[in-house]
């Protein structure tokens, strides 16, 4: 028979085991949730990482496709001109009326400005093209600033500061480069304000070497 000295030891005993087994389990939990903790961050690290080096030089924060060319115009024109602060009227205003000539070429070859940017059927707004040469127009009812970024909106291509569509300067090994009348600018794209026979060139290239001027436009060819 146990003794009232055995039977203490063997309750002291049962409570140290219990004490060790929830010591144990403390230490499971805190396993558990720190290998949970760990995997989620990889999780997250893996899907930042894809995101960031997604396509060529896909940044997807800009306004607007964010995808290599051909840019098309969009059909909603309407909807267009009011994400760029504009809208479509009936007539085309002659308080202010100017043109600018726009090219945009990657790695040496011509992106095509298309027709009818800002246009559809039974108006246009202020800003607009009209064909693929590549002339912008300003026909406001009224003097105010217009700048590259509301036609990029219009035209529904993502620009920013060193981006075009997908193209981001410094990324992929980018160049994104903007000449205004032959001199490289330092505006940053969106900002860019239109001034009358202005001729702008985007210049995406990739690699070594700097980016170059393409030939000035000659205003004599335009109509």
Known sequence: MATKTDRREQARQKAADRRAEQQRSRTRRMWLVGSAVVIVLAVVTTITV????????????????T???????????????????LKVAGMEGAALH?????????????????????????????????????????????????????????????????QVGGYVDGKNDRHVAVFVNGTRSSTPLPDLKLQDQQDIAIVITRGAGTPIAPAPFDWSTAS
């Open 67 to 85: 995808s290599a060319p051909p840019w098309p115009a969009p059909a909603d024109a309407a909807a267009r001109a009011k994400a760029a602060g």
């Open 50 to 65: 894809t995101a960031l080096n997604h396509g060529d030089d896909t940044a997807p924060t800009a306004s607007g496709v």
């Open 98 to 162: 100017t043109h600018q000539h726009l090219t945009v070429s990657v790695d040496g070859t011509p992106v095509a400005v298309p027709a009818s940017i800002g246009v559809q059927q039974g108006g246009m707004s202020a800003l607009h093209t009209h064909d693929t040469s590549g002339i912008v127009h300003v026909e406001s009812a009224k003097v105010q600033p217009f700048t590259l970024g509301q036609l990029f909106t219009e035209w529904n291509v993502a620009v920013r500061d060193g």
